[in-house]
């Protein structure tokens, strides 16, 4: 092994303490056991492997910064590993954990949280958080039409979400809908198995395969008072929730990029052409040192901005800056990464061709790059283009 073969090129590792490190290396050796072996296959039949469900929890990774008390930068790391090793499991846990769990943490009330979070935490209740709407993307907070009408105890819901992980299997999800009395959205805990809710896979996905996203219909479903999120009282605390999952996302884009310096490296330093190794030549190792910069760059804001986030000074422009550059920086280290590849590049069975696809979806959820660019774009002119 060469000294810079990992891709941490500027030991930013080193900033952990001795402890933080060891729990890196577990679940980096964890994952290599259960998750990379998998990936491939599960991404090419498009289905998502349950099982690793019980072994996730017994890896202990849920709720690493309010419940375990890692630092953000432990938590963003590891948060990467998951995407270097699959994107696809790393969505998951951005789902149940950031989105669904982060939605309970913050916007339940103690009473709530007491009686749901534990088997959350267990991984013995999994979540999904459904937001996006067909016809509330970028523009959710405006185009949220589900609505949520108050009868007695209850609250009865209607309306359609779209795109919603890992809800084909969940046992709960998070439903964000319109009050019809003050108009503000508001969040309810939904038990999938509750009359006239129903969840359809997306099928023909090109990325994230792996990940059972999901069209739901809510026809009359009847929930109690109890389960309505007591801190969810306008789209204000919705926002609360992305605030933190953004930054997750851009640490999607750090693994990402680490994902395809890896296999790129690997495959260079096996493949002969003109009787010399692919990493003989001049312009292959331009295109390696690209990527790696790229992704040392993208490392470098995400530790800053999680020491921000530990000092509880990040700013939502800050997120939206880290998501929108890093995940730039990834499309074209997957790209040059796949073509390193050459043909092999665009064959599921070398990886390359999945992280390569995979990188799309990160970089339109959890707002669009260009989304997310006008956040940037706001704070710095004081003007609103997207509003
Ligand atoms: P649109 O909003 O229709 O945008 C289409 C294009 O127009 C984009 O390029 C966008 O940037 C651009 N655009 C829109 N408005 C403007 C503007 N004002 N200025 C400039 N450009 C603009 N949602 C959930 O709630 N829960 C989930 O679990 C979930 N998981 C997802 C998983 C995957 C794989 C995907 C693809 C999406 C997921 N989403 C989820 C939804 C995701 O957050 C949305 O797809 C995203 O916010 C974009 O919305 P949209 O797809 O409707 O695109």
Redesign the pocket.
């Known amino acids: 092994n060469l000294p810079y073969s990992d891709g941490d090129f500027y030991a930013f590792e080193q900033l952990l303490a001795p402890a933080e490190r060891d729990r890196l290396q577990e679940v980096r050796d964890w994952l290599a056991k259960e998750v990379r072996p998998i990936a491939v296959d599960c991404w090419t039949r498009g289905q998502f492997p349950t099982e690793i469900i019980p072994k996730l929890a017994e890896l202990d990774v849920v709720s690493p910064v309010r419940r375990q008390g890692h630092s953000n930068l432990l938590a963003g790391m590891i948060h990467a590993e998951f995407t270097r090793a699959d994107t696809s499991i790393a969505t998951f846990m951005g789902?149940h954990d950031g989105?669904f769990t982060g939605s309970i943490e913050v916007l339940a009330s103690n009473e709530q949280k007491e009686a749901w979070l534990p088997d959350i935490y267990a991984l013995k209740k999994i979540g999904?958080?459904?937001?996006?709407e067909p016809l509330g993307?970028?523009?959710?907070a405006g185009g949220t039409r589900t609505t949520a009408r108050r009868e007695g105890g209850q609250w009865i819901l209607n309306g359609a979400k779209r795109?919603?992980?890992n809800a084909t299997f969940s046992d709960w999800v998070v439903i964000f809908a319109r009050d019809l009395d003050d108009n503000q959205v508001k969040g309810f805990l939904v038990d999938t198995s509750l009359p006239g809710y129903t969840a359809t896979k997306i099928e023909n996905k090109i990325?994230?395969r792996t990940?059972q996203?999901a069209d739901i219909i809510l026809d009359n479903v009847a929930v109690p008072e109890e389960y309505r999120l007591q801190g969810a009282n306008s789209f204000k605390d919705t926002n609360k929730v992305l605030k933190v999952t953004r930054l997750a996302v851009a640490w999607q884009a750090v693994g990402q990029q680490l994902a395809a310096f890896d296999v790129a490296r690997n495959y260079s330093l096996q493949r002969q052409q003109f009787g010399k190794p692919l990493a003989s030549f001049q312009l292959v190792q331009q295109q390696l040192v690209q990527i790696l910069g790229n992704a040392v760059a993208s490392m470098g804001m995400m530790v800053q901005l999680a020491q921000l986030e530990d000092a509880g000074a990040a700013q939502d422009e800050q997120s939206a800056l880290a998501k929108a550059f890093t995940t730039a920086r990834m499309r074209e280290s997957v790209a040059l990464g796949r073509s390193i590849l050459g043909g092999n590049g665009i064959v599921a069975d070398y990886e390359m061709a999945k992280i390569f696809a995979d990188a799309e979806?990160i970089y339109?959820?959890?707002?669009?790059?260009?989304?997310n660019s006008?956040v940037v774009g706001r704070a710095i002119t004081g003007i609103a283009a997207?509003v």
Do not use: Q
């Not at 999904?128 to 996006?132: H, I, M, R, S, Y």
């Not at 339109?364 to 260009?370: L, N, V």
């Open positions: 789902v989105l999904a958080f459904g937001l996006t993307g970028s523009d959710v795109w919603i992980g990325s994230l990940v996203n979806a339109s959820y959890e707002g669009t790059h260009e989304i006008l997207f």
